[in-house]
């Protein structure tokens, strides 16, 4: 795991930036803002100087703390766009890492939302080095374009409702897009960017889980307007001994969702056969009685990580392997090694600590190349 070159006043001051912006952003009317780009913006974008972008990658999580999970998701995605034909490279892809001050799943757990947003911004500056010239793929002399990524803050909890935050805000706007010639030509076109939110395949399940739309009859049609504009990515968990609990709950509904038309039962969602049957199931009509149209499959892509970097990686297994003082295995969980300088000793060399979850945790021996008891020149 890399470091990124930061010492510990530039992350403080850092942390004291997030920790202002997010007392000015809960005071405001905003649902939506960006506090932070990788690399830095001269100033902030707004709807009357927006990013403009076709394509907009959006992961949304707790970042409690980043996982190799959550750069995976990242990574693979915009690895497997295709380049452009006749040319040998891409436009610079847009990437957004969303972090809700409310969620409407989890309880608030260890680690201040300024010190998740410290952490998203060394695991985007570690997620855009690795872009550097890597081929898209083995028979391509393309290059991997690295992404610019937004760290970005909401108040809404739920899915939809984030999505559409970030469309009102007007702060990303689809290239040509202009507000004086929309007007005048009555053209369709609003701007709005499409949205790719990249999932692993349980968050996917709770996107499609009726329970959380009950203000809507039927309860998956609170999806249609999302599905208009954007669409969804979904790694498939490759790792059936390690079934998140989302998987495992979802699996005791089955038998009464009938999400498949195989006489065979309902599909086993710890597998990647049955990830697959689920949503050839939402594509045959499995879920119309709850308002998910059939087509609106067209707007979600399974992909999944060969890797084998990210089987049964999550923050939660993070958090116990810290708590258990199990530093091995933090090492091979994290998105990368949060280490900073700290102070220089007597001979000059450098103190490092492990930042992680805000924390600092001297005991974590090990975990990179230069043990916070370590020097390095």
């Keep these: 795991?890399?470091?990124?070159?930061?010492?510990?006043?530039?992350?403080?001051?850092?942390?004291?930036?997030?920790?202002?912006?997010?007392?000015?952003?809960?005071?405001?009317?905003?649902?939506?803002?960006?506090?932070?780009?990788?690399?830095?913006?001269?100033?902030?974008?707004?709807?009357?100087?927006?990013?403009?972008?076709?394509?907009?990658?959006?992961?949304?999580?707790?970042?409690?703390p980043p996982s190799k999970a959550h750069t995976s998701l990242v990574k693979t995605a915009l690895k497997s766009q295709d380049a452009p034909p006749q040319t040998k490279h891409q436009t610079t892809p847009r990437v957004l890492f969303l972090l809700a001050t409310v969620n409407a799943d989890k309880k608030p757990k260890p680690a201040d939302?300024?010190?998740?947003?410290?952490?998203?911004?060394?695991?985007a500056e570690d997620l855009r080095s690795g872009f550097t010239r890597e081929p898209i793929s083995a028979d391509s002399t393309a290059e991997t374009p690295a992404p610019i990524i937004d760290i970005g803050i909401t108040k809404e909890p739920y899915f939809v409702d984030k999505a559409a935050a970030i469309d009102a805000s007007g702060i990303y706007r689809s290239p040509g897009y202009s507000t004086s010639s929309t007007q005048s030509s009555g053209a369709a076109d609003d701007g709005v960017v499409e949205q790719i939110h990249l999932t692993g395949f349980d968050t996917l399940l709770r996107i499609f889980a009726p329970k959380y739309y009950p203000n809507n009859h039927p309860p998956l049609s609170a999806l249609e307007p999302f599905l208009r504009r954007h669409r969804l990515r979904a790694t498939i968990r490759v790792d059936p001994n390690s079934p998140s609990q989302n998987l495992k709950d979802a699996q005791k509904t089955q038998p009464d969702s009938k999400l498949t038309a195989s006489s065979e039962g309902s599909p086993d969602l710890t597998t990647i056969a049955g990830q697959e049957a689920y949503l050839e199931g939402i594509k045959n009509g499995a879920l119309e009685k709850d308002g998910l149209k059939r087509e609106w499959a067209e707007r979600v892509e399974l992909g999944w990580d060969d890797s084998g970097e990210t089987d049964g990686v999550s923050s939660t297994k993070i958090r116990n392997a810290m708590k258990d003082g199990n530093w091995d295995e933090v090492e091979g969980l994290l998105a990368l090694c949060f280490?900073?300088?700290?102070?220089?000793?007597?001979?000059?060399?450098?103190?490092?600590?492990?930042?992680?979850?805000?924390?600092s945790h001297p005991e974590a021996k090990g975990i990179c190349d230069h043990g916070p008891s370590k020097t390095r020149n």
């Excluded at 280490?339 to 924390?359: L, M, P, Q, R, T």
């Design 1 to 64: 795991m890399s470091s990124p070159d930061l010492d510990m006043q530039a992350l403080q001051r850092l942390r004291s930036q997030f920790s202002q912006a997010l007392k000015d952003f809960a005071s405001s009317s905003s649902s939506f803002r960006i506090l932070h780009s990788v690399p830095t913006r001269a100033t902030a974008p707004t709807s009357s100087d927006p990013i403009v972008t076709k394509t907009l990658y959006l992961l949304d999580s707790s970042f409690n």
């Design 113 to 123: 939302f300024e010190d998740r947003l410290v952490m998203m911004t060394l695991a």
């Design 339 to 359: 280490c900073v300088e700290s102070s220089s000793d007597d001979a000059g060399g450098k103190k490092y600590f492990h930042y992680i979850n805000g924390e």
